[in-house]
Nanobody, 122 residues
Framework: VFLVESGGGQVQAGESLRVSCAAS????????VAWFRQAPGKAQEFVAG????????HYADSVKGRFTISRDAAENTVTLQMNSLKSEDTGVYSC????????????????WGRGTQVTVSS
């Protein structure tokens, strides 16, 4: 089982970007999936998560109203749509999975992708 992120890139502030997490070897709707990001010199932080049982979504305060996490069982992917991007959204975005509810702490997740770089220029 592994996860692969895609869709990162470089955009201007105010623009949009979509990153996706594709799961191989397990149905994406049987696990909780979260996105984390890490900016240079900073700790990894929770961005958004989607619960496996009911698809409930959770967001960091810093991205509420701008980011949307969604799940496509047919494509076996979880997507993070990022709108109105800011320079502080810059970082490596990684998806991760766990059994159980959405948690905001990285050690609670047991499977990680390698990440994709998102750069927002002001």
């Amino acid at each position: 089982v592994f996860l692969v992120e895609s869709g990162g890139g470089q955009v201007q502030a105010g623009e949009s970007l979509r990153v996706s997490c594709a799961a191989s070897g397990r149905a994406i709707d049987t696990v909780t999936v979260a996105w984390f990001r890490q900016a240079p010199g900073k700790a990894q932080e929770f961005v958004a998560g989607i619960g496996w049982s009911d698809g409930s979504t959770h967001y960091a305060d810093s991205v509420k109203g701008r980011f949307t996490i969604s799940r496509d069982a047919a494509e076996n992917t979880v997507t993070l749509q990022m709108n109105s991007l800011k320079s502080e959204d810059t970082g490596v975005y990684s998806c991760a999975t766990r059994e159980g509810i959405v948690m905001t702490i990285p050690p609670e997740y047991d499977l990680w992708g390698r990440g994709t770089q998102v750069t927002v220029s002001s």
